[in-house]
């Protein structure tokens, strides 16, 4: 191979890996970066007296990073995502709750990871999406699926996470860990509403 052809053959392993990577990594990315909250218009009703997308108000209340932290550490992040899908990419739209409360459902922006030092996509679906479980569980609800899931359903896959209570009598009491997770869950909730000028 002559000094030309290797040369050609190289400017066109550059192009063909490095013009997708300008396109699909660095121009997104200083977009997001760039990218300035959005004002709600004049009269817009908005829940929760927000006054931009995304909020960064909304983005931290209940948050924890400890709480975050043992979520990773007890492999939520594995069974368990936290983003909504557009309805073309998959059916999460139609499972209750999932895409918000009523009358706010929408899919998840790349806004609403706004804040988050980490944003914990998840590495596949085996559980049901976190996004949005801050807005349609409580705490208690939280305690009795992480301290015994077949309460909930007997064919629940997901493991007790016992080693996070402490048994006292017939009940499991919640350790500070455990109170923390449920802290760092009930924080989901990427269901702000969108301005007009986003929908």
Not at 1 to 29: D, R
Request: one cysteine or more.
């Amino acid at each position: 191979m002559n000094q030309n052809s290797l040369w050609k053959l190289l400017s066109g392993l550059g192009l063909a890996f490095g013009v997708p990577w300008v396109l699909m990594i660095v121009v997104p990315y200083n977009r997001e970066a760039l990218a300035q909250p959005v004002e709600y218009a004049e009269g817009e009703e908005v829940a929760g007296n927000f006054a931009q997308y995304p909020s960064s108000v909304a983005a931290t209340v209940g948050a924890s990073d400890f709480g975050a932290e043992i979520y990773v550490r007890e492999g939520c992040v594995y069974c368990h995502t936290q983003m909504v899908r557009p309805t073309y990419a998959g059916p999460d739209m139609w499972h209750e709750g999932w895409g918000g409360r009523q009358g706010q459902m929408r899919e998840t922006r790349p806004q609403d990871y706004h804040g988050e030092s980490v944003a914990m996509l998840g590495y596949q679906r085996i559980g049901q999406d976190l996004s949005n479980v801050g807005s349609r569980m409580d705490r208690e609800a939280l305690h009795r699926i992480l301290s015994n899931p077949k309460s909930v359903s007997s064919v629940n896959m997901m493991p007790a996470y016992r080693n996070l209570y402490v048994k006292n009598g017939d009940e499991w009491e919640p350790t500070s860990d455990a109170e923390a997770l449920v802290d760092y869950l009930l924080s989901r909730k990427k269901d702000q509403p969108l301005p007009a000028e986003l929908k």
